[in-house]
């Protein structure tokens, strides 16, 4: 279930004499997740700025008497799509540093990592029915994210649910490219792959129009991504970005 919360509807910004309106919202949001792992990407950046401090994210709705420290945690990807680094949720009764956050896995350093707009990573949950709180200020407008070579973890950066059509891959020539070469995996909760979704542009695929399809481009993919659910990006080239349509609330 996804509880948003919205406190302030539009943003002004002024520029000389000009005030230059942003669809960006500002309030806070708590996602209930599965057992076990989901990719995740913070729908929220930090008010004012492009990126998201680790520490702003807290797990809500877990007993943590009833679990290990350390057992809720957030690992990242390497563009192998190999697992990174690993950060664990410990409470500060039990934690070295005597604060309540995100630490290395052995709880005696708090976590440094601010993840940039667009940027997700996998989640473990002990229990079903845990949450992540998060808050901060969300773009509604257009936005477009550059995605760096082969794996990316990403997702929906909106906090209403988007189609998979309204994320556009840009700034790639397919006809230096197989068709199909841009794909988006979804997982379970084992971490192990669900679905693939390719890109294929009208002139090749089945269906005669351009967008996300299954891995045969014989049928337009129908897939819906809620707010804050990842996926994994392939991506066969530098300078490759994403671009995410305008939402409204």
């Not at 697992?83 to 690993?86: A, I, L, R, V």
């Not at 993919?221 to 991504?225: G, I, N, R």
């Given at each position: 279930m996804k509880k948003l919360m919205i406190a302030t509807a539009v943003l002004c910004a002024a520029v000389g004499a000009n005030a230059l309106e942003s669809a960006n919202v500002v309030g806070y949001s708590q996602t209930d997740y599965r057992k076990k792992y989901t990719l995740v990407v913070p729908e929220f950046d930090k008010v004012g700025e492009t990126g998201l401090d680790i520490q702003t994210i807290k797990p809500v709705n877990v007993d943590m008497e009833d679990y290990g420290e350390g057992?809720?945690?957030i690992q990242t990807f390497t563009d192998s799509a190999t697992?990174?680094?690993?950060f664990c949720w410990y409470d500060s009764e039990v934690s070295e540093t005597g604060e309540s956050g995100w630490h290395d896995v052995t709880g005696e350093e708090l976590a440094v990592k601010t993840f940039t707009k667009g940027e997700g990573f996998m989640l473990y949950m002990p229990v079903a029915g845990g949450a992540l709180n998060v808050s901060g200020e969300v773009s509604l407008d257009e936005v477009t994210i550059p995605c760096r070579r082969k794996y990316t973890l990403m997702g929906n950066i909106r906090p209403v649910?988007?189609?998979i059509q309204d994320i556009v891959p840009v700034d790639v020539d397919m006809e230096d490219y197989g068709e199909g070469d841009i794909n988006i995996q979804t997982f379970t909760d084992s971490a192990?792959?669900?679905e693939t979704f390719c890109w294929y542009d009208s002139e090749v695929s089945?269906?005669?129009e351009s967008g996300w399809h299954d891995v045969t481009g014989e049928v337009l993919?129908?897939?819906?991504?809620a707010p804050a659910e990842g996926f994994m990006l392939y991506m066969p080239t530098t300078g490759g970005s994403l671009k995410y349509k305008a939402?409204?609330?």
């Open positions: 057992d809720i945690n697992m990174s680094q690993t649910a988007v189609s192990t792959m669900s089945e269906t005669g993919a129908t897939k819906t991504f939402v409204t609330l």
